[in-house]
Every structure is written in structure tokens, then in C-alpha cells.
């Protein structure tokens, strides 16, 4: 005759399904935070690309200065002014975002003249 087991451990059919539908819930919940993440990790990629090619515009702009600046820098102290004479050197370089718009950045640095 045929006796019903009743010993056997384990998920039954509905167990592993309802555990896979909240797995798939919890899923779909952090799925744009991670694609958000990747896509400002690499628009980060592109502002720092950006601003070495700034830095080495720079670096390569001072190194050339020939020391005839005409603007005046104004440094002001609690007990006198320094005036230093030199030139304002300006880059501007574009970058794209990942969404496809379009920044600038812009950085500005002084090169005083050399006293002889």
C-alpha cells in the first residue's frame, strides 16, 4: 500500500516563488539608483579630463609668460596693500555629460611679473 511521506524537509513550490518575487521587488528598486550612479561617475570622468587639460593649458601658458603683464593684483592686509604686477591668464574648455549637455568650466590664475 502507498503511505504518504511526511519526513521530507525543504521550500515548497510557492515558498521559492514568493522569496524570487521580493528578491525581483528589491531588485527593481535600486536599479536606476545604480544606473544613476554609473552615469555620474563618468560624467566625474569627464570634468577631471577636463580640468588636467586646463591644468597643461596652464602649466604650458606659464612657462611661456615673458613677464610683460600690465594688470595689477591688489592684495589688501590689515596694515598695508600690495600692489604686484602681472597678467590674468583665462581657460575655458567645454565637456559633454553623460545626458548630453554641455558645460564649461573656467579657471582663472594670476602670473605676477618676475622683479629684476
Known amino acids: 500500500m502507498y503511505k504518504p511521506v511526511r519526513n521530507i524537509k525543504g521550500f515548497t513550490l510557492m515558498e521559492i516563488m514568493i522569496a524570487m518575487s521580493v528578491i525581483a521587488i528589491i531588485i527593481a528598486a535600486f536599479a536606476p539608483l545604480l544606473s544613476s550612479s554609473y552615469s555620474a561617475i563618468f560624467s566625474a570622468g569627464r570634468q ?41 591668464i583665462i581657460k575655458n574648455e567645454k565637456y559633454t555629460e553623460s545626458n548630453g549637455q554641455e558645460r564649461t568650466i573656467k579657471v582663472e590664475t594670476f602670473v605676477a611679473n618676475k622683479s629684476n
Open 48 to 88: 577631471s579630463n577636463t580640468l588636467y587639460t586646463i591644468q597643461q593649458k596652464l602649466e604650458s601658458d606659464i612657462a611661456g609668460y615673458d613677464n610683460t603683464g600690465e594688470e595689477t593684483l591688489n592684495l589688501y592686509f590689515t596694515n598695508f596693500t600690495l600692489n604686484v604686477q602681472g597678467a590674468k
